[in-house]
């Protein structure tokens, strides 16, 4: 069965820190791999996806991933993080039409 | 706006009770998925419906019912409240013709159950 396991469940940084969150799936077939984020109240929203081709991928409010296929690994990186930043973040694979979603990780921003 | 509309945003059930979540898609979307996120998880699907029929379903057990109208909203039905159905129920729309992929998957903000 597909998996996604993150390696942090709660992350405190202050503002302009840098910021890696590891994502980590079990999956066979073709991935298409994903990161949301969910503002405190609101909906998930997407950050970024990767189904092929470059595997460092951009997303919005300058976030990045780097899919690595031989560590089976998609993390999520920013620079510098922001107060706004505060939310949970979601790694998911897609083997079909819906998700399987890692547990999430928690990002406190200090300012 | 998140193009997903769900109702109620918020309710209160006692264990045994019955309880039925509504969602509206995101226009020019005709597929629906639910999924239920329990506190300090990630999201975990239920059930996917279209043409008005289930097409897919995750690890919940027959409790959880659901249903497609033809306008493409759905409900979701969980019979026989228990305490551990206590959770944010999300519903997500996306487009069959176009995929996940091209045509997007959009979530809506969600409805908390909280059942005592």
């Known amino acids: 069965a597909q998996s996604v396991s993150q390696h942090n469940h709660h992350v405190i940084l202050s503002e302009a820190a840098s910021l890696e969150l590891g994502c980590n799936y079990s999956y066979g077939g073709t991935v298409n791999l994903f990161w949301y984020v969910q503002y405190p109240g609101q909906h998930l929203q997407l950050l970024l996806k990767y189904f092929s081709g470059d595997p460092l991928v951009k997303g919005i409010k ?11 690994s998609f993390n999520l990186r920013k620079p510098s993080v922001q107060w706004s930043d505060t939310a949970e973040y ?15 990780t928690r990002l406190s921003v200090l300012p | 706006d998140a193009g997903v509309t769900q109702s109620p945003t918020h309710l209160i059930k006692t264990r045994g009770q019955q309880v039925t979540l509504r969602c509206s898609p995101k226009s020019g979307h005709d597929t629906v998925s639910w999924y ?13 419906y279209y043409e008005e029929e289930e097409r897919q379903r995750g690890n919940f057990p027959d409790r959880f019912s659901g249903h497609q109208f033809p306008n493409y909203s759905s409900e979701l039905n969980v019979n026989a409240l ?10 997500a729309s996306s487009s069959t013709g176009l995929g996940v992929l091209f045509g997007g998957y959009t979530f809506g903000s969600g409805t908390r159950l909280t059942v005592v």
């Open chain 2, 82 to 91: 228990l305490l551990g159905d206590s959770a944010l129920y999300l519903c």
């Open chain 1, 62 to 72: 300058g976030f990045e991933a780097e899919f690595i296929k031989s560590k089976f």
């Open chain 1, 90 to 104: 979601f790694c998911a694979v897609l083997p079909g039409q819906n998700f399987v979603f890692g547990p999430g």
């Open chain 2, 36 to 48: 239920q996120q329990a506190l300090g998880q990630g999201p975990q699907f239920i059930f996917q």
